[in-house]
C-alpha cells in the first residue's frame, strides 16, 4: 500500500521521476493558478494541489511562493527580439504589429504575461517585476519604435493602451471587447497605437 492510500496525503519530500518534468508541472500549475487568482489568493497548497505534489516539494523546488511567481512568468517569446524585429518593419507596420504580438502572448487565461497583469494590480512585487519588463523590453526601443525626443513618453503611452485593452478583455471582461477577434483589435487598435509611434496623438512630429 502507497504512502499515499495509508494515511490519504501526499508522500512528503521528492517526488519520484524527472525532476525537472517535476518542476515543469509545478510551474504550469502556478501559471494557471496565479492567473485565475491573483497572486495574492494563490497558495503553495493550491499550486501543490493542481500539480498533485507536496506542497514541501514545491518550496524544495522555489523556495517561496515570491520565487515560484518569478519563475513562473517567464515569458513565451524573447520580448527583447520581438520589438527589435517589429522596429525593422516599415514605419506604418509598427502600430498593427505591436498590437497583434501584444495580444498573442495574453491570448488565453491561463498565459504568463495576463498572470502578471492581474497581480501588479494588487502586489508590489509584481508591479515591480512589470515595471521593469516593459523598461527592458518595450521603453528600451523607443529610439527607434517612437523616434524624437518624448519618443518614450509615447511608447509608453501606447504600452498603457495597451495594457488597458487587456484589462477590459480578459481581467474585467468588458463586452463587446471580450469577444472581440484579434484581427478585429488589430484593425481597431493598431491606427492608434501607430498615431502614438508617429507623433500625431500628442501633436509632435514624428
Known amino acids: 500500500m502507497s504512502a499515499r492510500s495509508q494515511g490519504g496525503r501526499r508522500p512528503v519530500g521528492r517526488r519520484p521521476g524527472d525532476p525537472s518534468q517535476t518542476r515543469a508541472t509545478i510551474l504550469a500549475a502556478a501559471r494557471r493558478q496565479f492567473a485565475e487568482r491573483g497572486y495574492e489568493r494563490a497558495t503553495i497548497r493550491a499550486i501543490a494541489a493542481r500539480a498533485d505534489v507536496d506542497p514541501a516539494l514545491v518550496l524544495h523546488h522555489f523556495g517561496s511562493k515570491q520565487r515560484l511567481f518569478a519563475a513562473a512568468h517567464e515569458l513565451p517569446v524573447d520580448p527583447g527580439d520581438l520589438f527589435a ?23 488565453s487565461p491561463s498565459s504568463p ?5 492581474r497581480a501588479a494590480a494588487t502586489h508590489e512585487d509584481a508591479a515591480r517585476m512589470l515595471r521593469e519588463f516593459v ?3 518595450f521603453l528600451v526601443h523607443a529610439p527607434r519604435l517612437a523616434p524624437g525626443p518624448d519618443g518614450a513618453r509615447r511608447l509608453a503611452l501606447a504600452g498603457a493602451h495597451m495594457v488597458g485593452i487587456v ?12 469577444s472581440a477577434t484579434t484581427d478585429e483589435l488589430v484593425e481597431l487598435v493598431g491606427p492608434v ?6 507623433g500625431a496623438a500628442l501633436g509632435t512630429s514624428s
Open 193 to 198: 497605437v501607430q498615431h502614438y509611434l508617429d
Open 85 to 107: 524585429r517589429i522596429a525593422d518593419l516599415p514605419p506604418p507596420e509598427r502600430g498593427a504589429a505591436i498590437v497583434r504580438s501584444y495580444l498573442s502572448i495574453v491570448s
Open 135 to 137: 523598461g527592458a523590453a
Open 167 to 178: 484589462f477590459g478583455r480578459f481581467i474585467v471582461e468588458i463586452e463587446p471587447l471580450a
Open 113 to 117: 504575461a495576463l498572470s502578471l497583469l
